[in-house]
């Protein structure tokens, strides 16, 4: 039966994948085989595919097919995360556009929505990744808020409660007003903003002969209403006479103190500070040692509240524009300056920070994450690339306590509970803390439990031991067999925010580190360096590109320049790239399907090019070995990359080809097959669509249902012959240089040249002749002790290579040509001559610079030899 002419991606696509599903290729259940496991990094449940998922998950895509290859029992974990913030903010725009306000619900009527919004939307990207050929176990699907996940966090909440860890405590912390709720410090995204630097005057009470106002400077003079004192520094003269003083807030004329600490910068602005101890970090902890009151005026949605006294209900950046305009009329603005500062913005919402005192749940971070530092440290846990180690020290040793409760509705709620009087306990059950109440003697009426949600990342922490139900079943089955698991990929920017929240609640539980491997991949950018984003409108639809080039053209694009750790520059041809790559496998595959076999002998070319390939697929399988060992992903497809279209295709296959409308030798036809079979199983892992559809074609025979390349043994390296592959190189490097000669002197590829060597070097040209004669078309090839005459000559390594094309070109364009060479070319001799013949260079410079000196000064007269011999034999025709 003959193959399509063209491949036709969708088609191998849609049948392959259910035929590997409904075939349970991917299903894993523990046995005797040596264990290899991934879990997914779970996508937020609000998600659909991007580039970056595309990158990552091709990537352990990749590493699971070639591990279940190699006989292990490869395990891929899917699954999806709740994501608080992003899903409310989700679920909560769903009901505006319903009409339906969220205060206007209970919890329990808002998590109804929620869980409606969540089975509509939230399996989108999983079935997206199965477009991308994902191998994962979906049987094992799992979901953050699933009964037996959820039960894993609020258990490991009381763990580490009872153990000390967790505490509550009023706090100043990052609030995100849009998504009203706190957020730790890694969920903060600083940013460079250009902003404007206010100059306020205050009022001062009692100048008594002084001047009878201080300016201060400020990015944010909507919180004026909040200032408690004006600081300044003890050591600053030129404010001394305001020690002990009284001023007036402008506008709403409350009377605050000057207040003096040598926390005040004397260089920022004018020198004075205002103090706002509810909505600054560094002015609350001043607040703190001066005893100053806290006065909040911003709301949960960063409206201004009462406390403000004029504005209220305005939002904060409104407030600012209108405060701007009414402190002019009073004529307390002096000046307005542009200024460039950081800015906190939260990494769900987008929204700019507020900083904001508020009673929270923490975690004690420093003891549990001195392990977690260990591991990685130590090597126990490799990063990959290494140079993310020093950034994972410096945040791991400077760690501080864990903002863990956020002020939502979907997640797992904090299994805390309060008594009328205020009072709390923690307990998994209302009935567990009636009985911690009794026990302690406090009051049991109206009871009720935690508002707040747990912080996602508390939950993921624990996805590589909850998957598995390790933390309520820790000895069960899958556990013990499972986990650790090998690989995690996973990107840079959360090595903090989930790989090591994983290290730290591993060893807890374990005393092991959850994995062995993390190999941190890069960002996807545009070509102009540029982050993928929708609002640039600069990140092409995942889909849409499987689409037109086929997913293994796309995963092969994704991944020819993506070494790990550094960020992938990506352009459409990429994929361009890989669709023809996929077709030159295919239309190589057309190309051996339509032979004659006949059993007649092998020519001399096809028994050189059948060992020569043997050992070139050794010598290259050892180099993809090694490049997996060390992960460099991008290198293991580059090399089969070369492997098949330059080794196989190229080389391979136009030496072991037979002529036009003739039979091939069976034995060679054999071999060929063979060696076809062992590329698509080196290149499934890569390419597992087109791979498995030519794994099945009748070429190979009639195979069983489940023979299918997915689980084919990977191919097994061997030992190879580096003097046939040195040999070889040098046949390949006068083939090229013969026919370079053609294209240059415009000789037709049809036209048969004769050929003489003449060697100085070891080489037995004479067993590669049939190679050189079908690859360069000469005519016949002659070996003597003597310079040819009246032939082109070229060098390769030491031998002399000549060929006879006096009846094939223009004479007088050749002599020019090789005037002008042998000119370059003395030129260039002239130049290292002058080093060579500087004692200070020979002397001072290093002996292989001087050698590689020598070298070039040895091959430079060699060639102007023969391109001289080859201008004087032209001449004497004259």
């Not at 609030?175 to 009203?180: A, K």
Request: net charge negative.
């Amino acid at each position: 039966m003959s193959i399509a002419k063209t491949y036709n991606p969708k088609e191998a696509e849609d049948k392959w994948y259910s035929y590997w599903m409904d075939n349970g290729f991917f299903r894993s259940v523990p046995d005797g085989r040596e264990p290899y496991t991934i879990v997914m990094p779970p996508p937020n449940v609000t998600g659909v595919l991007h580039m970056g998922h595309m990158l990552n998950n091709t990537i352990q895509d990749v590493l699971i097919r070639r591990a279940r290859m190699q006989g292990k029992n490869a395990c891929w974990v899917p699954g999806t995360d709740h994501a608080s913030i992003a899903t409310e903010a989700k679920v909560v725009a769903m009901l505006r556009e319903r009409g339906i306000n969220k205060k206007d619900l209970t919890r329990e009527a808002f998590l109804e929505y929620a869980w409606e919004w969540k089975e509509k939307y939230g399996g989108i990207i999983l079935k997206q990744l199965e477009k991308l050929g994902a191998s994962c176990d979906w049987d094992r699907t799992k979901f953050t808020m699933d009964p037996t996940l959820s039960d894993a966090v609020i258990d490991t909440f009381i763990r580490l409660y009872r153990a000390g860890y967790i505490y509550r405590g009023v706090r100043m912390v990052n609030w995100d007003p849009q998504g009203r709720t706190a957020l730790s410090d890694e969920e903060v995204i600083r940013r460079e903003v250009n902003q404007q630097l206010y100059y306020i005057r205050y009022t001062v009470r009692d100048a008594a002969g002084g001047p009878a106002s201080l300016t201060i400077a400020t990015t944010r003079p909507e919180t004026i209403m909040a200032d408690t004192a004006v600081c300044i520094n003890p050591d600053d003269t030129r404010y001394r006479h305001l020690k002990g003083k009284k001023v007036f807030v402008p506008l709403i004329n409350r009377e605050i103190p000057v207040i003096e600490d040598t926390y005040v910068d004397t260089t920022f602005g004018t020198g004075c500070l205002k103090v706002t101890p509810a909505h600054d970090l560094n002015d609350y902890e001043l607040g703190q040692r001066h005893n100053l009151e806290v006065i909040d005026i911003l709301n949960d949605d960063g409206t201004l509240n009462e406390r403000a006294e004029i504005l209220i209900g305005l939002d904060r950046f409104a407030a600012r524009r209108e405060i701007v305009k009414l402190l002019d009329e009073a004529g307390h603005l002096e000046k307005i300056e542009p200024y460039t500062s950081q800015v906190g913005f939260s990494e769900r919402t987008d929204a700019a920070i507020e900083p904001r005192l508020s009673m929270q749940w923490f975690c004690r971070m420093q003891e549990v994450a001195k392990p977690a530092l260990e591991y990685v440290v130590k090597g126990d846990v490799k990063l990959i690339p290494d140079k993310f180690i020093n950034t994972y020290r410096h945040w791991m040793e400077n760690i501080k306590d864990w903002t863990i409760s956020r002020q939502l509705w979907w997640g797992q709620r904090i299994p805390a509970w309060y008594n009328d009087q205020n009072q709390w306990v923690v307990a998994k059950t209302e009935e567990e803390a009636k009985a911690l109440f009794i026990a302690e003697g406090k009051s049991t009426d109206s009871i009720r439990q935690e508002d707040d949600v747990l912080d996602t990342w508390f939950s993921s922490g624990l996805w590589p031991m909850s998957v598995f139900d390790g933390i309520a079943h820790p000895d069960n089955a899958d556990i013990r067999y499972y986990y650790p698991t090998n690989d995690l990929v996973t990107a840079p920017e959360i090595l903090f925010f989930w790989v090591a929240r994983m290290l730290i609640f591993g060893h807890e539980y374990t005393g092991k580190p959850p994995f062995r491997n993390v190999y941190l991949t890069g960002i996807v950018r545009d070509k102009l360096g540029r982050k993928m984003s929708k609002s640039l409108g600069n990140s092409p639809d995942p889909i849409q590109l499987m689409e037109q080039y086929g997913t293994d053209g796309v995963r092969v694009g994704m991944l020819l320049s993506s070494p790990a750790g550094n960020d992938l520059m990506f352009d459409e041809s990429y994929c361009e790239q890989g669709r023809n790559f996929a077709n030159k496998i295919w239309n190589a595959f057309r190309l051996v399907k339509g032979w004659e076999v006949a059993d007649i002998p092998q020519t001399a070319a096809q028994q050189e090019a059948g060992r020569w390939f043997a050992n070139r697929f050794n010598q290259a399988l050892a180099e993809i070995d090694d490049h997996f060992f060390h992960y460099r992903i991008s290198d293991a497809l580059m090399t089969s990359y070369k492997l098949i279209w330059d080794d196989f295709c190229s080389w391979y296959l136009e030496l072991v080809k037979p002529a036009y409308q003739q039979p091939i030798a069976n034995e060679t036809y054999e071999a060929t097959k063979y060696h076809f079979e062992q590329l698509l199983k080196l290149i499934h892992p890569f390419m597992p669509f087109i791979s498995e559809e030519l794994w099945h074609d009748e070429l190979f025979g009639k195979r069983d249902k489940l023979d299918c390349c997915i689980v084919a043994t990977y191919p097994l390296g061997g030992l190879f012959d580096e003097n046939n592959l040195n040999e070889f190189n040098l046949v390949q490097q006068a083939i090229s240089e013969i026919r370079n000669l053609r294209n240059a002197k415009h000789i037709s590829p049809k036209t048969a040249l004769p050929l003489a060597i003449h060697t100085h070097s070891e080489m037995d040209y004479g067993r590669y002749a049939a190679c050189i004669e079908k690859l360069a078309n000469t005519a016949t090839i002659t070996f003597s002790d003597e310079k040819a005459t009246g032939a082109t000559g070229f060098l390769i390594g030491q031998d002399e290579f000549y060929v006879d094309v006096a009846q094939n070109i223009d004479a007088e364009a050749e002599k020019q040509r090789l005037t002008k060479e042998i000119e370059y070319l003395n030129g260039f001799l002239k130049s290292v001559n002058a080093k060579l013949s500087n004692e200070r260079f020979v002397q001072n410079a290093k002996a292989e610079i001087v050698a590689n000196e020598q070298q070039k000064k040895v091959d430079a007269e060699a060639k102007i030899g023969l391109l001289q011999d080859s201008l004087n034999r032209l001449l004497a025709v004259d």
